[in-house]
């Protein structure tokens, strides 16, 4: 069974930085394509960025394009999401999810195209 362990979150003021790590047991990450999805209370989860298994295929929505930069370290079995400019609209849960898939170069957007989820890690940015 997957396991995903999210780390990385905390309070940072607008303008500063955080980095988010997913690290992934139970399974080669190398098989794995991976999403970063954010949640605030009462609106849907929504996928911020995309990798595909040869990190060749990238995704970014339009709200963190420019400043968020998704990447992949098989040898560790981590993912990482690089967040940079950070404003208040950032402000929410972030989770890591994963999929198998055969497919060297898909990424993946939609929540129910992934099969395994972290916990969620908090990222509050203050004004």
């Known amino acids: 069974q997957v396991q995903l362990v999210e780390s990385g979150g905390g309070l940072v003021q607008a303008g500063g930085s955080l980095r988010l790590s997913c690290v992934v047991s139970g399974r080669t990450s190398s098989s794995l394509a991976f999403g970063w999805f954010r949640q605030t209370p009462g609106k849907e989860r929504e996928v911020v960025a995309a990798i595909s298994r040869n990190a060749g295929n990238i995704y970014y929505s339009t709200s963190v394009k420019g400043r968020f930069t998704i990447s992949r370290d098989d040898g560790k079995s981590t993912v990482y999401l690089q967040m940079d400019s950070l404003t208040p609209d950032d402000t929410a849960e972030y989770y890591c999810?994963?999929?198998?898939?055969?497919?060297?170069?898909?990424?993946?957007?939609?929540?129910?195209?992934?099969?395994?989820w972290g916990q969620g890690t908090q990222v509050t940015v203050s004004s």
């Open positions: 999810a994963a999929t198998r898939t055969a497919s060297l170069t898909y990424y993946y957007r939609p929540h129910y195209q992934y099969t395994y």
